[in-house]
Every structure is written in C-alpha cells, then in structure tokens.
C-alpha cells in the first residue's frame, strides 16, 4: 500500500503546475510538460534538474515555449540552462535604468597595436583577439565596462568559425549587461558563453544549434481522448463438410456417434 502511495504522490508532483509571469502573460508550467517539450540534448533530466530550471523561469520571468530559456541535457552531463536569442538586451531596454551600451571587438592591427573597434568590423591581415562592451547606467559615472579573450571561448568550430567577431562581441555584451543588472539577469548564460562546456560527444555547446521557433503550449483543458477498447470479435470456425457417401444419413450417424477416439469434432469443446 506504501508503494502506492509512493507511486501517486510522484505522479502528482509530476503534474502539478506552477506559474510563471513572462512579459506581462501567465504561464503554467509542470515537471511533465519539462521534460515532454523542452528538454533539448539526448540525456534524461533529473528531477532536481527539472526544479531547478522551472525555478529560473519563475523567478527571472521567463517563457520556456517561446524559446527565452532552454534546458540542454546530454548523456550523464550535468543539464545547462541558456537564455535564448537577446533576451539580456530586451530585458535591460525595458529598464528604466538603462540609458544605451556600446561594444565591438579588440584586434591587433597591421600596425601591432592592440586597438578596441565598435562593431564587428576586421581587416584582412588583422587579428581578432577579443570583444568588449560599455553599458551606461543612471546614476552611475562610470559606464560598467567588460573585455573578453578569444582564447576563452571560441571553439574555432560553427559560428565561432564563419562569424567570429559577433560571437565574441555578444560575449561581452552578456558580462556586461550582467555586471550591469545583477538582480534582473543574475545566472541568465547565452550560449556563447559556453564554448568550455561539452557534450557527451566532445562538442561544445555554443557549437550546437538551438531551434528558435516557438512551441505552441499544450492546453490546460486538453483531455486525453481514452485509448478505444479492443473487442475480441469471435472467432467464426467454418466446419469442414462431410462428404457423401453411399451410407447417406446412417453414415453421417456413425461419424456423428462413433464411440471411436480417432474421431474430433471439428468445433472446440
């Protein structure tokens, strides 16, 4: 009975929702519907893995189903939790705080010098080693400044091949906003933070691409339709018809009401 009870209780907190204010919407949200829908990789997220990013999207008000959060799990790794596409931007444009940012790249140009550009601009012959960023903030005199090296993240793979000064350059934009906005982006990680975190196959998870396309969220009303009930339709024996002969009915008797144990009939008894 213990078990049972077990069984149900576990069942209950699997489908139990919480809610989740994003962007001015509710959202609920369940330990099933996790692991149903957003769950991104070939690993099994745990339970306290579950919990702990419905608990990121709670309390920094974000919708997993329109790709603001992502919860990544391949093989035993531990899972990871990634914002999705310029969510520290649009939540710093709606503060009031927020009074504009600056970033671009560090390069050392055909004169050897270290020089900070804004943008993603580079020169044949120069070399990329780092981006930056400068986020202006009310109040303060400072900007909140970030620098970061090219050495720490790229993975030389997938964008950080084909496109690496915007890579590097939303690198430090992310640090700096952070720095920036503690409370509001605390643990909020893009994916191109993560070149140093891989798969199980060797694969850095800022070189895995991420489907951006919303999901459409199940309904709280939906009911599951009852899976439809199989009838056994009886089994239709065609007897196989005895052939005349010249007995006739006397015959038909005898093979009828033959005490003989060679003699089935052609029907289960």
């Not at 891989?198 to 489907?211: C, P, R, W, Y």
Request: charged share 25%; hydrophobic share 40%.
């Amino acid at each position: 009975m213990a078990i049972k009870n077990s069984l149900a209780k576990t069942q209950a907190a699997a489908d139990d929702k919480i809610e989740i204010i994003a962007n001015g919407e509710s959202v609920r949200l369940s330990p099933k519907m996790v692991k149903d829908y957003l769950v991104n990789g070939n690993g099994a997220v745990t339970t306290q893995e579950v919990v702990m990013f419905l608990s990121l999207c709670k309390y920094q008000h974000l919708n997993p189903f329109l790709k603001e959060a992502y919860l990544i799990k391949y093989g035993n790794s531990p899972a990871t939790v990634v914002v999705g596409k310029d969510v520290l931007l649009k939540r710093a444009m709606r503060s009031e705080k927020f009074c504009g940012m600056t970033a671009g790249v560090i390069i050392v140009d055909n004169n050897n010098e270290i020089t900070e550009r804004e943008g993603t601009f580079v020169l044949d012959g120069e070399q990329l080693v780092g981006g930056w960023a400068r986020v202006i903030i009310k109040g303060y005199d400072v900007p909140f400044y970030a620098s970061v090296s090219m050495k720490e993240y790229s993975t030389g793979k997938s964008n950080w091949l084909t496109k690496p000064a915007t890579m590097i350059r939303k690198v430090a934009m992310a640090q700096a906003l952070r720095e920036a906005f503690p409370e509001e982006m605390s643990a909020l990680y893009e994916q191109e933070e993560l070149g140093s975190i891989k798969t199980d196959k060797g694969e850095a998870l800022s070189d895995i691409a991420l489907d951006s396309t919303p999901i459409i969220m199940p309904s709280e009303n939906a009911v599951d339709a009852p899976a439809a009930e199989k009838v056994n339709e009886p089994v239709q024996t065609v007897a196989t018809p005895v052939e005349a002969t010249p007995g006739g009915q006397a015959a038909i008797n005898d093979i009828l009401f033959s005490d003989s144990n060679e003699i089935q009939p052609p029907f289960e008894v």
